[in-house]
């Protein structure tokens, strides 16, 4: 899921603004109503919340319009050096697989606005991407641009060794120039009308080295990466006072009432607040266990078991099954990939 009001830099922003100029759209306009100003998206000290970028994209869907295969030209603007230090530790990787891994491990210092799911398949690694919960407009624009946005992470990362993914979209079939144009910048024709829009990275890459593999400079950029999304994470308002309570709390962690009683709200008030900021309780609750899992499990080498009983679990199993849910993998086998040089103590 998306962290609505967890910052991101300036650089989706910038590209969306650059984009909607190439559609005659000029960046007063698209950057009406977000207090941001078009001279100052180039400074990297500047920080963008999820939910400000989507203003600039809708602006722009606003002012030129939601044709089909727009989001897939957007897309296709972020490059692996995009991404800042996330993308320096995708391209350190041992191989495209170990890249996913890194890449799903820190989806928040990205610019995705979908939910993203792996799911092993015949052909290859399936990543289901789901819209979010926004209005039609927007909801193709920003599953065709993460589309796009795999491809060329793909391109990138392979170079000439890639292959095109194959993409099945779960939207109706456009004209004919537009499907031409999709499979001018995906590299393949795609599908449409399928039950959900999926990105199929090919079987035979996955395990490929990378050219730019360094196991000493990937475990740097990945100790960067945990840092930064450290002080992305660090919220405030409502949502900070509760993922504090419960991280203070965590073995036995407290219900939504407990801790609208502990901040002097009711149970409603709290719901409310935390929707405003874009999450909820259940939310909060996963992003710690998710957060402090990886911790424990990696740069701490504790038993899963152990795990389990200081992430508040009651049974070993409902803690392996929402660590699945998290990462794609069990936790003995994400130790195993990530925690290389630890003792398995399970």
């Keep these: 899921m998306v962290h609505w009001d967890v910052p991101r830099t300036p650089t ?8 909607g100029e190439d559609l005659g759209v000029p960046a007063a306009v698209s950057l009406r109503g977000t207090g941001l100003r078009a001279d100052r998206l180039g400074d990297p000290r500047l920080e963008v919340t999820p939910a ?3 203003d600039i994209i809708r602006n722009i869907v606003g002012a030129a319009g939601d044709e089909p295969g727009r989001g897939l030209e957007a897309g296709s603007r972020f490059t692996l050096s995009s991404y800042g230090i996330w993308g320096f530790a995708l391209v350190t990787s041992p191989t495209l697989r170990s890249a996913v891994d890194v890449a799903f491990q820190f989806l928040d210092l990205t610019f995705a606005f979908t939910r993203i799911e792996r799911r092993p398949g015949r052909d290859g690694l399936r990543l289901v991407v789901t819209a979010p919960d926004v209005e039609p407009a927007l909801q193709r624009f920003v599953v065709e641009r993460e589309v796009a946005a795999i491809r060329v992470l793909e391109r990138d990362l392979l170079g000439d060794r890639a292959r095109p993914v194959a993409v099945e979209f779960g939207f109706p079939e456009p004209s004919a120039d537009v499907v031409e144009r ?3 910048l995906l590299g393949t024709r795609p599908s449409f009308d399928a039950p959900e829009t999926v990105a199929t990275l090919d079987a035979g890459l996955l395990d490929l080295p990378l050219p730019q593999a360094n196991e000493v400079t990937m475990a740097m950029a990945l100790e960067q990466c945990r840092e930064l999304l450290d002080r992305r994470h660090a919220r405030t308002g409502v949502s900070g006072k509760v993922r504090d309570l419960l991280v203070a709390n965590l073995a036995d962690p407290p219900e939504a009432r407990q ?3 502990a901040l002097a709200v009711s149970d409603r ?3 409310h607040r935390l929707a405003v900021e874009g ?3 259940r939310a909060l609750l996963d992003e710690v266990r998710e957060r402090l899992a990886e911790e424990l499990l990696v740069r701490g080498g504790l038993p899963v078991a152990e795990v389990a009983v200081r992430l508040g679990y009651v049974e070993v199993s409902s803690f392996s099954q929402a660590f699945r849910r998290w990462k794609g993998m069990g936790p003995r086998d994400y130790r195993a990939r990530h925690g290389e040089g630890l003792l398995a103590r399970t």
């Design 12 to 19: 989706g922003a910038l590209l969306a603004v650059r984009f």
């Design 52 to 54: 400000t970028e989507l």
């Design 182 to 184: 999709c499979t001018a």
């Design 259 to 261: 801790v609208a009683a």
């Design 269 to 271: 008030t709290l719901r």
């Design 279 to 281: 999450t909820t309780f």
